[in-house]
């Protein structure tokens, strides 16, 4: 799925149930990434990245990334886990 407005216009409740974060690619100038691992070994859950490309440098790209999920401790208990990052990724 694409969606090339950039003013992102209000979406229904019918495509906010359809949602699917694994089928996006782009929305707007954001290239997006979804990854069903942490890299941490005790984290399970969802990690979503959106890559903006520099344009005056090739395969550099401005990153953020969110992580939603659960952390397995040693107590048996599940806590919640959620983390937003960002930072500069270079590709070559």
């Not at 694409?2 to 949602?19: G, H, T, Y």
């Not at 399970?44 to 890559?51: D, F, I, N, P, R």
């Amino acid at each position: 799925m694409q969606i090339d407005n950039a003013a992102f216009p209000a979406l229904s409740a019918q495509q906010i149930a359809s949602f699917d974060n694994k089928k996006w690619t782009k929305i707007g100038p954001f290239n997006v990434e979804a990854n069903p691992s942490s890299p941490l070994a005790e984290e399970k859950g969802m990690t979503t990245v959106l890559a903006y490309p520099v344009q005056a440098v090739p395969g550099l790209e401005l990153v953020g990334s969110v992580f939603s999920g659960h952390r397995d401790t040693r107590l048996g208990a599940p806590a919640g886990s959620a983390a937003v990052t960002g930072g500069i990724r270079f590709r070559w």
